[in-house]
């Protein structure tokens, strides 16, 4: 027997574990939303229980009459209730851009609505509970029809719209006997109503929306970024590689005129292409530095900036430091990917990024809270292939990999480690790298950009050289 009852209880947590991953795999948006949602769904049925049983089950007449028309005033809101529930996911879309207008879905909302409101009349003729009670439960009844209403009006249609259903109200109220200070009070009471929805579902979605249209324009200030860096890096390769490229073609035309006719200058032209090519290969090699390398201020510099309009409160100290350009390179990198995933990965609510020199080392550190969940084994070493600590899920670096692969790679050209550690919802990610002597530090600037050149001269290049000096 208490084998299906361990089961069932391993799958419970199962399942709450599941649901945990998925909410914490939320952005900050969509929990917004979520939460919101479920407000707007919980709202009617609490109105109904407040403002319809409570007061009918109070007042109420024990007589046939009063009792069918209660319970039945009853049934029809929770049907209004049930049905608010149902459309309310098209009504926000709309809202938000992402439906088209639910139309049916308010004409059944307005169907209910006036036969909830005919229900309240019928106990008004009958006299089956006390006006005040009554006018509690008058208040509930537009609200399902409103909340809908007012995520598909306008703010203009939507008073036009509740000011008609306050006036037919009245009417009806009026014919079913109320006098006076009872109609007037139905008439406020259906306005406060309308006014209550319209503010409670209204603003809560133009929140939303806000929300979103800021999301999206940060997605197209990041695109923006990158196309506009993708035209200087194309137009700086025209500049340098369009003149030379068009020398290089009438000096190699020339040369073959010269050779044709037995010219000796024509050696001197290959000669002269030579050079150019030469030449357009360390301008390309400079061209493609200048896309590559990052400026470590600028970096911290946006992290802070990012980060603090996502809600997150970011410190950074240090970044008046002087370091050389190779090692703002690679720490700018590690500062630009950390501050991509802490976005990304977990609820951060705090960011600080510090960055030291001592004992000729340069020392950055991201520090992150928010992380949802601890993967064993929270240390990963700086060498690539050995961590594992950094592909947890919810650390400040956690994901598929690509990132932390090509960061350990750009450490390891300068010497640097990366090391992590996660615990107690704080993820910390620790960068050393070797400051190199001024000797050192010319020397590893020839040897990347000899390193850079091969990836685009290639073993072609050489072996062409070799068939011209054989020739």
Known sequence: ??????????????????????????????????????????????????????PLGLGL??????????????????????????????????????APLPRRDLIVAGVLMTTTMGLAVGLQAVDGVPSEMLGITALFVPMPFAQSLAFSATIRGYAARMALVAA??????????????????????????????????????????VMWEADRAREVEARLAVAEERLRFGRDLH???????????????????????????????????????QESQREVREVVRGYREVDLKVELTGAQGVLEAA?????????????????????????????????????????DIALAVSEGRATLSVENDGVPEVAPGGRGPGPAGRGSGLAGRGSGLAGRGSGLAGLRERLAAVGGTLDSTSGDGVFRLAVQ?????????????ERAEQEQGSGESGGSGGRGLGRGEAA
Not at 2 to 28: F, I, N, Y
Not at 433 to 445: F, N
Request: aromatic share 6%; proline share 4%.
């Open 311 to 351: 809600g997150i409160t970011c410190r950074v100290s240090g970044s008046e430091v002087a370091l050389p350009a190779s090692v703002q390179s690679a720490l700018g990198w590690v500062v630009r990917e950390a501050a991509t995933n802490v976005l990304r990965h977990g609820d951060a609510g705090r960011c």
């Open 433 to 445: 790298v070797p400051l190199p002597t001024p000797s050192e530090g010319a020397g590893a600037r």
């Open 168 to 209: 037919v109200s009245v009417g009806a109220f009026a014919a079913a006997g109320a006098r006076g200070g009872q109609l007037v009070a139905i008439g406020v009471i259906i306005a406060f109503a309308g006014f209550l929805a319209l503010i409670s579902a209204r603003c809560g979605a133009w929140t939303l929306s």
């Open 239 to 277: 500049d340098v590689m369009g003149r030379n490229l068009a020398v290089i073609a009438l000096k190699s035309e020339l040369a073959v005129q010269l050779a044709r006719r037995g010219r000796p200058e024509a050696v001197d032209q290959m000669v002269e292409v030579q050079r150019i090519a």
């Open 1 to 54: 027997m208490g084998t299906p009852a361990l089961r069932e209880a391993t799958d419970v947590v199962g399942r709450m574990r599941a649901w945990q991953r998925s909410w914490h795999g939320r952005s900050k948006i969509e929990k917004v939303e979520f939460q919101s949602t479920v407000t707007w769904h919980l709202m009617p049925w609490i109105f109904l229980l407040s403002w319809v049983s409570v």
């Open 61 to 98: 007449r024990h007589d046939l009459a009063p009792q069918l028309f209660g319970w039945g005033l009853m049934v029809s809101g929770a049907a209004q209730c049930l049905h608010a529930s149902r459309s309310l996911r098209r009504s926000v879309d709309h809202y938000l851009r992402r």
